[in-house]
Structures are given as C-alpha cells and as structure tokens.
C-alpha cells in the first residue's frame, strides 16, 4: 500500500499541466490541446538529439539528472492520507527540502555553465525566490509538528484531524501557503509568466534555455512531477485519516483536479507580477505562515 | 603525552632553522604528523576508554598544572590535527611560489608548528594561567601566520588587526580567571566549577558571560566578529584554511567547557546563546553573498557556521536545563558534528581559492570564470565542499545541520511555551541554507563556470598531485560523513554524554534510528542519481549531438564580458538587505571628449564594523590627537619627558606618604 502515493503522484504527473493548460484555453475561448499533450511533447523531446553549447561543462549534463533524482527522492517521502510513505523518519522534511535545494543548486549551476546572461538572471531569480520560501515551508511544518506532536510527513497527516473553527482556519490558509509555495517552487504566475516571449521576464524558461533533447524532456517532466509533489502534499490535508481509500482516493483526485484549475485560473487572470515585486510578495507568506503558527498556539490555549 | 609534544616541538623547530630552504617544509610536514600521531593516539584512547589524565608542576608561577582529556578534548583535538595536517601538506605545494625567503620560511614554519602545540594545549591543560599562556602562543603564532605576505600593507594591517583583537579576547579570560582566582585561590579550571556552585546564579552567569565574550571574539560571534574578515583574505591559504577550519574552534571550545564547568541556569544561558547564534548565522551569510573576494566570502561563512554550531550548543543547553535527553543530544552533537565538519569543508573550500589565486593572481571573482576547463580536478573537490557548507544531503554538512533542525522540531513539537524561540530559530536556520544556496551558487558558478571574465596572466594549469592529496582527504570524510553518519554519530555519544550525566541512552537511540534511516535514503538517492545517469547514457548513445554557442537570444555577437557576473547575480538580493549593509558605489561617467576608461564598481562594508570598530576609533584618535604636541622630534623634550616620568616614579611613596600624614593629620582634627 506504500507504493499507492508514489503510483498516484506519478499519474498525477501525466495530465497535471495538461489540465492547466485546458484550464486557460477554455477561459480565452480556444479548444485547446488534448490533456495528455504536454506528456507527448516531453516523449517526443526524449527521442530527439541535443545539441550543447561549446562554454558549458560536465554539470550542465549532470544537472537534469539530479535535479531528476531529487524530485523522485522527495516524493518517496509523501504519504497518502494514513497510510505510511516509502521512506519515513523524524525530521524527513528536512530532508525533502534539502533534497529538493540539491537539485534547485544543480540547475542554478546548469544555468551558469552556459555563460550566458540570460540564463544567469533566471538562475538569480530562482535562487533569490527559493532562499525567500524556504522559510515558510520550514514553520508550517513546524506549525504542524507542534499540532500533532510528530515530525514526520507520515506522522503529521496521520495525526491530523480538524477540530475547531481555528482549525479550519489553519487548514485552509494552510492549503493557501502550500499553493502558493508550489506556485514558487514551479515559477508559475503570478511569480513568473511560463508562457512570456521575453526571456528578461523569465525566471524558470529562461534558465533551461541551452537544455535540449533528452535533457529538456527530463527537465520538462520533473517540472510536472514537482508540482503533482506539491499537488499530494496539498491533498494530504484534505485526507483526514478514518477514511477508507474509496473515499480518499477520489478526495485526493479532486483535489488535485482543483489545483490545476486553480492554478490556470491564476493564470487566465492574473497578470505577473513586476520582477521587484516577487520578494515582498513572496516574504509576505512567511509572515502567514507564522500566522498559523500563532493560530497552532491559541489552539493548544498556550496563549492566552 | 605533553613531554613528547614539547620534545618535538623543540627538535623540528630547531632542524628547520637550521636545515635548508628546500627541506623546511617537510620537515614541517613530518613534524605535524609526528605530533599528530602521539596526541591523536592519546585521544582515540580517550575517545574509546577513560579521560587521560597527567600532573606538571609548574613551579611557583603556575603551580600544580593538571593534564587532562576527556572525550571532549579529544574530539577537539582529533579535528584539530586532521585539519592542521592537510593544511601543512598543502601549504608545503602553496609556499612553493614564495621561494628564495628561508628565514621567512623558517619562521612560518615554526610558527605553525607552536601554533600547533598551544592548540592541542588549548584543549588538554586545566590550569588557567597555564591555559592564558598558550592562548597567547596561539594567538601570537597565528599572526605571525597571518602575515606571512608582510609586504603587503593590507596584509600587515589585517595582522594587526587580529593581534589587538585577539588580545581582547585574552583581556577578557584574563578578566575571568582572575575573578575566579580572587574568589577560590585556584587557578585550576575546576575550580570555575566550586566558585559557580558557591556563588549567586547571577554572579555565575555574569562569570560565563565574561569568558564567552572572551571566547566569542576567537569564535567568531556577532559582533566580534570584525577580525575574521580581514585576517582570513590576507593570510595564505593554508593558514585561512586551517585558521577558519580549527583555530577558530578553540573558541567553540571554550565556550563548551565553561558550560561543563558553569551549571547556572541552563535554559536562560542556553536561549542568549540561541539568539547570539542565530544574528551570528544570519548577518554572517547576509554579508558572505555580497563578497566578491572568494577569500572573504569564505570568511564571512566562517561567521555563519559559527552561528550554525552556536545555534547546537543553546539548543543543547536549553535541553540540558530542561532535562531533555532528544534536544541535549540533537542540539551538542550536531554542534560538534557541526565543528568537525565545517573544519572539514571550510579548510577544502580555502585550499580550492588558494589553487585559483595562484593560477589567476587575483581574489576577485568578477575577473574569474571558466576555469572548470582548466582545473576539473580542483572544480570538482571546491563543488563537493560547496554542496557540503549549504547542509546538502549526500555531504556531512546536511547531517549535522540535520540533528539540529530535528532537535528544534522536536522542541517545537513537544509544545514547551518556548516553541516560538524554536519556530524562529528554525525559520533563521531555513533562511541561512537558502542564503547559502545563493552564495555558494554564485561562488562556485562565477568562478569556475562560463567563460573567462578577464584575461589570465599565465597558461592556466591543474595544481600538481601532492597539493590536491590533501584536498582528496578532506572530500573523502565529506563524503565519508555524509554516507555513514552513525558511525560519526557513536563517536559523539560520550563527549555528549559529558554535559548530560548518564542519561542519553533514550534520545541518542532515538537519533540513531533516525541516522540509520537517513543513510539509507541518502544511498538511495546517490543509486538514484546513478541509474538516471546510466539511463541518459543508454538513452542518448545514439544520438546526434551538436556543439554551438550559447543561445543568445538572436544576438550572435556576445563576448565574455557580457556575462551575468557576480554583483549582477546578487543584485535583486542587495537591494533587499540595503538597510543592513553600507554599500559604497564608485563610477566615472564615460565622456566622449577625453577618453578616459569607464569603471563602476560597488564595495560592502560590515555595518556592525563601522559602527563598533571604526566609529570609536575614530574618535579615540581625534581625542588622543589633542595630545599631538608631546611628540614635537626634538630630542631635549624627550629627555625631560624620560626625567619627569623618573621623579614621579620617585616620588610616588613621598607623595603617598604626605597624603597619609595629611589624612592622619585631618582625622586627628
């Protein structure tokens, strides 16, 4: 049953920016491309040769594949709703975070390899972006160790029940913070425009400019595995525990449903944001995220 | 043990005076292993047995002076001499370049060799004016160290610096060995431990806060931290290496053995140290991602891991004053983990600036790039320590941070109504690997990635073999750590064991269950990453692979120089922590009439510098300059100054003594 998480997620992975893109052609009137076209693309990429630029080196090779394997690493730490993940200890976030910075470091590096100044500026942007979310993700899991009293992925959803009207609350601006993070860590709107024509405006696109071929089609699909990732821990919250997986499952598909509608919705509506506005923006969760840790406080009546 | 360290302290000082320039720095090197071996051997001892204990009588100045190691000591003395050891097989290649300066040579050498011994010293004597003394020869040694390049008049500014700033450190001890003196009659360090079970809880913490300061200066702490900035860029390599890796944890050191002896109040001792550590952290790694001197950059995150380590020690202590077997264990084994493994990888990361420096001539990373393509060997070894000081898993750095982040979870989670102190301290921890990231994305990146900003003076070549051996060591116990951390983590359970009495066994199982579970997944992942490998491999065999330029976005023109450099890859980041930096900006505007060349350039001061360094000695000066016309050059007045101050001298008792008749005289009335 461990490997249903893993199963979901990766299944999740294969229509996710399909639906997104869906979402966006329906809201400007156009038909759109099938669901599974996104993945068609990434298959065609993984055939196709690459050509490289003469500046970079070896990490510019290496790069795609850990970034790869640290996506896959951490999604073998996401549990589904009760039941335990594939790899499980105190403290794992730590561990997911981590690994999720190694392959973020590797793909700033790629950036760099190339030389070029196009790819630098994404590759600041991303590091900027990244370094100023981290702590967000840091106190909500702290806000939900000292909720549930466990540090662990599988122990916090497992232990995790709404009680009160506070707690609602939490689990809500909870579900919000974690959007928002996944919004970051994916470089979508309102952060950063995927589907801007000017690499100045890029943080993400314009960092994989040189990728081509096999690379680009593994980067393209840990893009998607990442947000399916961010999707199930997203999901987790929704999956009290006592809920047999006929129930969970089709709350976890909807969920994630949800999600990508949101997030092209945000995009069919939302303008980027200027460049210089990002890390107030993205500061400003850090600040809700210690709301709910203050919220986490009152339930447990330590403040008064 | 001492007898032998003295003896050979004293031979090979005297051999490398003597022998010639070609044989001093091996004799140096054989010095440092011979010592190394006779105290490692002692410590490996201490570490899997009993505390080593030895008498000195230090005749009527010292008095009785107690040897002793306990495990604590050992750990220390074991990453000392690890550290120093690869530094001196390294400074051996590096100084290479310096030939034809013997007695410059022979007195580094020397040099590094006391420097040495009062380490190892720092760690086993128990006596604390014996211990001021060796503090002092560590002190004075390292600066000679320091300015090695003593042509240079920012080298010997940045000596002097250190060497006034070091002495307010041994001001400060000073201060609190006397004090204790005073009180107990004893110099003897345990009897820092009598004097704080006698006294008031407030005297005792006041007592420990005069010898942190003392030992924060050497550490490195916020705000005394103003000489390690200087002092690191100016000495060579080795010595930054070895001085960032292992002389700052003397300090470190320090602090945890007035905690051993201090039993105050834990848990307020441990929330100031927290909060210390962690501005220490955060304003070190703020100012480290500004740097464009590779050496002080290094510097700067020398502050930062020692708030990292800082941030272990309080929260070891609060769990100390809390009886809390998880968070005592987490919070001082991850700080000595910590300890060991920023010697480790801070000492790689300075040998890997110092091979650059020497191939480019220049610190300044604007002018760098490309040299991945010319020094893979060195890129690959500055990279693994790079990953290593961000706390990224398959490397040591993760591990340690690692059980600091999961005792401060665990402290949150337990719902003591200090979990906001912990919350806070976990968001500063997250932000400074964030910041890290940042900065080590754009050293590493800058410096070897891209295309050469700037034209290299010479043919650019991979350092020879013997200088990369020692870097290989150090990346073998990197990667050793971060694959097998249990081991490690066995090792610490009785120098931990130390500031809990007996009862770890609970948390250190719990933890050891946790390391064991994160060895696995960190095999995991490096199978992972080698299989995706494999994967591309087989998937691309085939395929046609072309090499072009970058992509320039249709501007087929580009040239080295346009590319991001560092202070542009910073820039969204600077204009965030304007308010916190002083940030100086020099420019000409180009005029087409006279064409002069066109420069811009932005330089970070430390705010806290100017403000508690500069500023009062500023105006220190300008006080002290009224006084200016004593000193007019001619001889005569100096001789009625020299005159003057003899009949004071003389006259004092008559002076004392009139005083005493007068008083006498008026009580009398």
Not at chain 2, 151 to 176: P, V
Not at chain 2, 633 to 652: E, P, S, T
Request: net charge positive.
């Amino acid at each position: 049953m461990r490997l249903l998480s893993l199963l979901l997620i990766f299944l999740n992975s294969l229509i996710f920016t399909g639906i997104i893109i869906r979402t966006k052609s329906i809201f400007s009137g156009r038909k759109g491309p099938g669901i599974f076209q996104p993945i068609k693309d990434i298959v065609r990429l993984l055939r196709k040769g690459s050509v490289y630029s003469e500046t970079s080196s070896f990490i510019f090779k290496i790069a795609p594949v850990v970034y790869m394997a640290a996506i896959l690493m951490a999604i073998l730490f996401i549990p589904f709703g009760n039941q335990k993940s594939i790899l499980s200890f105190d403290g794992d976030f730590v561990f997911f975070a981590y690994v999720l910075a190694l392959g973020r470091f590797f793909m700033i590096l790629a950036a760099l390899d190339t030389g070029s100044s196009f790819e630098g500026m994404g590759a600041s942007r991303e590091a900027l972006y990244a370094m100023l979310i981290e702590p967000a993700f840091f106190i909500l899991m702290g806000s939900f160790a000292l909720l549930t009293g466990y540090t662990s992925f599988a122990g916090i959803f497992s232990a995790l029940h709404f009680g009160s009207y506070i707690s609602y609350g939490i689990g809500i601006l909870t579900a919000f913070v974690f959007i928002i993070i996944a919004l970051v860590e994916n470089s979508r709107m309102p952060i950063d425009d995927p589907k801007t024509h000017l690499e100045l405006t890029m943080v993400h696109e314009v960092m994989v400019l040189d990728n081509s071929g096999f690379d680009m089609g593994l980067i393209l699909y840990a893009v998607n595995l990442k947000f399916a990732l961010f999707g199930a821990i997203i999901a987790n919250f929704f999956l009290t525990p006592g809920f047999q997986w006929y129930y969970s499952i089709p709350i976890y598909i909807g969920v994630q449903l949800v999600f990508a509608c949101i997030v092209g919705v945000v995009e069919s509506f939302a303008a980027r944001f200027r460049m210089n506005h990002n890390p107030q923006f993205i500061v400003m969760f850090t600040s809700v995220s210690l709301l709910i840790f203050v919220g986490v406080l009152l339930i447990l009546g330590k403040l008064k | 043990m001492s007898i032998i360290l003295v003896m050979t302290l004293f031979v090979f000082a005297v051999t490398i005076a003597l022998i010639r320039e070609k044989y001093k720095s091996l004799m140096a090197v054989l010095a440092v292993m011979v010592s190394s071996l006779v105290s490692s051997w002692v410590a490996i001892g201490v570490l899997t047995g009993d505390a080593y204990l030895e008498n000195i009588n230090g005749g009527i100045v010292f008095g009785h002076i107690p040897i002793r190691i306990d495990s604590l000591s050992a750990w220390f003395i074991l990453l000392t001499n690890f550290t120093v050891f690869t530094g001196i097989l390294y400074g051996r290649q590096y100084l290479k370049k310096y030939a034809g300066q013997p007695a410059n040579l022979s007195l580094h050498c020397i040099s590094y060799l006391m420097n040495h011994f009062a380490l190892t010293g720092i760690y086993f004597i128990q006596n604390g004016l014996a211990f001021l003394c060796v503090w002092e020869v560590m002190a004075l040694t390292s600066f000679i160290l320091v300015i090695f390049e003593h042509g240079k008049m920012e080298t010997l500014k940045a000596g002097i610096n250190y060497l006034i700033q070091s002495h307010i450190s041994i001001l400060f001890l000073t201060i609190g060995f006397i004090w204790v003196y005073a009180h107990t009659g004893s110099f003897v360090l345990s009897a820092i431990s009598r004097y704080s079970a006698l006294g008031t809880e407030a005297t005792s913490i006041l007592l420990f806060f005069v010898f942190f300061v003392g030992f924060a200066i050497k550490a490195g702490f916020v705000p005394f931290h103003t000489w390690l900035p200087h002092a690191h860029p100016a000495a060579p390599s080795h010595v930054s290496g070895m001085m960032s890796g292992v002389l700052i944890k003397a300090g470190i050191y320090g602090i945890l053995r007035m905690l051993l002896l201090i039993h105050q109040n834990h848990v307020l001792l441990g929330i100031i140290i927290l909060i210390i550590s962690v501005l220490t952290g955060i304003y070190g790694v703020m100012l480290a991602t500004v740097q464009h001197n590779i050496k002080r950059l290094l510097a700067y995150h020398s502050i930062e891991n020692i708030g990292i380590i800082g941030i272990g020690i309080g929260l070891g202590t609060i769990g100390r004053g809390l009886d809390n077997a998880y968070l005592t264990f987490a919070g001082y084994a991850g700080a000595l983990l910590h300890t060991l493994n920023h010697s480790l990888f801070k000492s790689l990361l300075f040998y890997g600036a110092g091979s650059v420096y020497q191939a480019t001539h220049t610190m300044n990373i604007e002018r760098m790039g490309g040299i991945i393509k010319k020094m893979p060997q060195t890129a690959v070894l500055f990279l693994i320590a790079a990953l290593a000081i961000c706390g990224l898993p398959p490397f040591n750095g993760f591990i340690s941070e690692f059980l600091i982040y999961s005792g401060l979870f665990k402290a949150v989670s337990t719902g003591h109504a200090l979990s906001p102190v912990f919350v806070l301290s976990i968001l500063s921890l997250a932000l400074i690997g964030g910041l890290g990231i940042l900065c080590f994305t754009k050293a590493f990146g800058i410096v070897f990635l891209g295309r050469a900003r700037s034209h290299y003076p010479e043919s650019m070549n991979e350092t020879n073999t013997p200088a990369l051996f020692p870097q290989y060591l150090a990346a073998f116990f990197i990667v050793l750590i971060g694959l097998f951390p249990r081991l490690f983590i066995a090792m610490l359970k009785k120098p931990v064991e130390l500031f809990s009495g007996l009862s770890l066994s609970e948390g250190s199982f719990e933890l050891s269950f946790v390391m064991q579970r994160i060895s696995i997944a960190v095999w995991g992942f490096v199978l992972l990453v080698f299989l995706l490998y494999l994967i591309r491999k087989f998937a691309t065999l085939n395929r046609s692979n072309t090499i072009q330029p970058t992509w320039g976005c249709g501007y087929t023109a580009g040239s080295p120089r346009m590319q991001y450099t560092a202070t542009s890859y910073v820039r969204t980041y600077t204009k965030l922590i304007k308010p916190l930096v002083k940030t100086n900006k020099g420019k000409n505007e180009v005029k087409p009439i006279n064409a002069m060349p066109s420069y811009s350039e932005t330089r970070f001061f430390d705010k806290i510098e100017s403000g508690l360094i500069d500023w009062p000695l500023r105006n220190l000066k300008a006080f002290l300059g009224m006084f200016r016309f004593l000193q007019n050059g001619r001889v005569q007045f100096y001789v009625l100054y020299g005159v003057v101050f003899i009949f004071i001298i003389i006259a004092i008792p008559f002076i004392l003594d009139v005083i005493q008749t007068l008083t006498y005289v008026l009580k009398q009335l």
